[in-house]
C-alpha cells in the first residue's frame, strides 16, 4: 500500500510544479531553448536567439549576433547568468540592440517559469522560448 502511493506523490509534485510555474535546475539542465516571441509578438527570422543549460546549471547559447556562456543561478525562479562571456562582433546596430537587453536580462536577474511548455523570462521584456530540436 505504501508503495502504491510513492507514484502518486511524485505525480502530484510534477502537477504542481508545472501549474505553479515553479522551475527548478533539475528540469532546465540539459534543455535546449529556441526564442519564439518577445513581449508576445513573434520575433523575425533575423533574430533568432537560444538558450541552453548543461551540467550544474551552465548556461549557454546564440543571442541573435554573438555565442554567450555563463554560470547560471536560480533562486526563487529567478535566473541570473553569472560570469557572462561571449564573442564580439557586430550585427548591426538593431539586431545590437536587441542582445544586448536580452543578455542584460540574463545578467541583472530575470524571473523564470515554465508555462505551457514554453521557458519565459519575464523582466523588462518577455522572452518566450520553445524547446529546440
Known amino acids: 500500500m505504501k508503495l502504491a502511493a510513492i507514484p502518486m506523490l511524485v505525480i502530484g509534485f510534477c502537477i504542481g510544479c508545472s501549474s505553479t510555474g515553479t522551475v527548478t535546475s533539475e528540469q532546465l539542465k540539459y534543455t535546449k531553448w529556441q526564442l519564439s516571441h518577445v513581449d508576445g509578438l513573434a ?11 548543461i551540467e550544474a546549471l551552465q548556461v549557454n547559447g546564440f543571442a ?25 562582433k557586430s550585427c548591426g546596430d538593431e539586431l545590437d540592440a536587441f542582445e ?5 536580462a540574463l545578467k541583472q536577474g530575470v524571473p523564470l517559469q515554465i508555462q505551457n511548455q514554453q521557458l519565459v523570462l519575464n523582466g523588462e521584456q518577455t522572452f518566450a522560448f520553445i524547446p529546440a530540436s
Do not use: W
Not at 520575433?43 to 543549460?53: E, G, M, N, Q, V
Not at 525562479?77 to 564573442?87: E, Q, R, S
Open 64 to 88: 541573435g549576433c554573438n555565442k554567450f556562456f555563463g554560470e547560471g543561478l536560480l533562486d526563487d525562479n529567478h535566473l541570473t547568468v553569472n560570469k557572462l562571456g561571449m564573442t564580439r
Open 43 to 53: 520575433i523575425p527570422t533575423s533574430y533568432t536567439a537560444s538558450l541552453s543549460f
Open 100 to 104: 544586448q537587453q536580452f543578455l542584460n
